[in-house]
């Protein structure tokens, strides 16, 4: 046993969509040496666990646990034990018929400490994001969250009476197995048959269902529509609301559910816009960079410098300093940069771009380079791999030039394989490729790609409907999927 004193976190996940994961839990997700996650995590907050952490699924599905509870409580002592810092993924909030109380008097017993991050719970968070207000002034003045399961997975007694009388908004949690039972048992304790109830399926993610009806008629529409898990059931005439209040309809990617492929440092941005538009979003790294040893040419030899990437730029910069140079060392060099995100971040470093094509590719830089360069040789600072288009191309129209690897492109291991996303956000050809090694089974509606050269791979990949940006920005990516209906 290491001396190293080990900690838990018990982490709310929340209902599911990772905007709604709490900036807390991700920070310690973040820093987790090993995960211990449930069934109804979302994929978008599995896609945050780090990729050197340990990950064990102990999902629950309907009640039916493949792992049971106890054994869950060992795992979690048995691995702190160990020196590591544990982080316990449980759906909703922990707190919430989430067990953690007893996940807690397990590791006070092991003499481990811990550390409880809530979440936000799908009893508030479901009913709000299928436009339910769960209290309504002049219509429901509480509301009373309820479990629709025991712990052994069987129909949970409950003083169906006193609900009956309460006058508020009920929400009966863990709820598509129980709708039937549940809505004869407030009959029968007197509720009328139209008071107005809902079933919410997916509450919050892309495959968000709202059932409506009243408390007579809803179980007939649950089994007429086949509610699945997770759901859970709303009573009250605040349910009423839910038409209305329906606001996902005012965002053009609510129901969509779209991977971005683009490397962990670069998603950011991106997936900032989609989820802005109501998409659900998971971040799969598809590849990665890795700096590659070079030296420091001779700046003089070259009248133009070509930058492909920003990660190329990046990459250039932290040669200078690692050589002790700075921009100065380029002297009267020339600067050409494949595109407004690559021409942003030489700015960002003091670097005004000369020449940046109309269309943002190898073939139009080149192009343009050997117009303007007039005999004069160019540097290429850019992957070790990278697409062979422009030097193609250069060579065609006698440019001389130099090839400066900084960066190599690694493929990524898929650390989980998304459930029922719809589309794939391709930046590059090099995405295409990662994403095929890495989910080569999964099959995706659509394919975004950004230019016709990553297209272009999609196609070789097999994609069957490829959209392409009319021009390679990520404004022009998520407008072109917005025009664009699964």
Partial sequence: MTDKKGRVALI???????????LRGRELLEAADCVVYDRLVGDGVL?????????????????????????????????AQKGRFVVRLKGGDPFLFGRGGEEIEALIRGGIAFEVVPGVTSALAG??????????????????????????????????????RLGGTLVFLMGAMAVAEICEALLRAGMAEDTRAAAVENASMAAQRLIPGTLAALPSA????????????VVGEAAA???????????????????????RERSGRLSAMLRARGAEVVELPCISTRRIRAGLPDFSEYGWLGFTSVTGVEAFFEL???????????????????????????????LLTDYMPELYDGLHLARGIAELARGEAALLLRAKNGSPELTVELKALGVRFTELPLYETIYEKAEIIPREADTAIFTSASTVRGFKAAMPELEIKLACCIGE??????????????????????????????ENAI
Avoid at 131 to 138: D, E, F, K, L, Q
Avoid at 156 to 163: G, H, M, N, P, T
């Fill in 320 to 350: 200078l300093a690692e050589n002790g140079r700075d921009i100065r060392s380029v002297g009267a060099a020339k600067i050409a940069a494949i595109g407004p995100a690559t021409a942003g971040a030489l700015r960002e470093r003091g």
């Fill in 127 to 164: 009913p709000a994001c299928a436009g339910i207000p769960v209290t309504h002034r002049g219509v429901a003045r509480s509301v009373h969250i309820i479990t629709a399961h025991t712990k052994e997975g069987g129909i949970a007694r409950v003083d169906y009476e006193a609900l009956a």
């Fill in 47 to 79: 896609a945050m666990m780090p990729p050197s952490a340990e990950k064990i699924s102990v999902g629950k599905c309907g009640g039916v646990h493949s792992v049971p509870q106890r054994e869950i409580e060992n795992i979690l002592v048995r691995e």
């Fill in 241 to 263: 609301f839910a038409e209305s209040f329906a606001w996902k309809r005012f965002l053009p990617l609510a129901g969509r559910k779209i991977i971005v492929t683009r490397p």
């Fill in 222 to 233: 649950c089994a007429e529509q086949g509610l699945k898990s997770p759901a859970l059931i």
């Fill in 453 to 482: 050269q990553t297209a272009a791979e999609a196609r070789r990949a097999g994609f069957e409907r490829i959209i392409t940006a009319p021009t390679a920005t990520l404004e022009s990516l998520v407008n072109t999927l917005e």
């Fill in 12 to 22: 709310g996940a929340g209902p599911g969509d990772s905007g709604l994961f709490t």
